[in-house]
């Protein structure tokens, strides 16, 4: 599997990350994380060159990126809730994976989709900010298999305390992946 983490910092989506990639090993399914904003990525021009050949122009950390994905059946997309919205260092990571797209690469791939943020649920922000994930799975002809909100999650480490949450939702993961 491939997790992609919208948040450049060690926040919550980072240790969301990492304790799922932790929870899969032990059943030796084993995954890359893909933290976009610490890479170097040139944000896309929109020349759409890569939908005549599939090919793009600029030479960076999306070349690995995308040969990683190509080989990977699972892909997980976590992004923290901005604005209502999803994260700008994953919508910039999006918009580079055309190639890939205008290869039909990413066509039929399993994806986990995973909103964090600080609000309560009742004010639907998280939603708001899955269903940009959504969106983007739709358009690019992924196969959603299973889709996750955190709430409260403010502090770095919040997440890590809602333990019955991140358990549920590891189980969840292993069921659909293995
Ligand atoms: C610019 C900015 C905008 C934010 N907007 C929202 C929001 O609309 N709704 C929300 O629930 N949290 C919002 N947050 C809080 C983050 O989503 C929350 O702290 C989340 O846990 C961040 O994930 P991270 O720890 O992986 O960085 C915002 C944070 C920042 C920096």
């Excluded at 059946?73 to 604005?83: A, G, K, L, Q, V």
């Excluded at 890939?100 to 989709?113: M, P, Q, R, S």
Aim: net charge neutral; charged share 30%.
């Amino acid at each position: 599997m491939v997790i992609i983490v919208g948040s450049r910092r060690e926040g919550n989506s980072y240790h969301l990350a990492n304790k799922v990639k932790e929870e899969l090993a032990s059943d030796r399914i084993y995954c890359n994380i893909i933290t976009p904003g610490n890479q170097k990525i040139h944000i896309c021009t929109g020349c759409m060159d890569c939908d005549k050949n599939g090919i793009c122009d600029f030479k960076d950390d999306m070349k690995e990126n995308i040969d990683l994905i190509k080989k990977e059946e699972y892909i997980m997309i976590i992004t923290p809730t901005r604005w209502n919205l999803l994260s700008g260092d994953l919508k910039i990571f999006m918009d580079r994976l055309n190639p890939l797209y205008a290869n039909k690469g990413l066509k039929d791939k399993k994806v986990i989709l995973v909103s964090i943020g600080s609000k309560d649920k009742s004010l639907y922000s998280t939603e708001s900010s899955l269903s940009d994930l959504h969106s983007f799975a739709e358009a690019s002809l992924m196969n959603c298999i299973l889709d996750k909100q955190f709430y409260n999650c403010l502090q770095d480490k919040d997440i890590l305390n809602q333990v019955e949450e991140l358990n549920a939702f590891i189980a969840q993961i292993k069921e659909k992946v293995k």
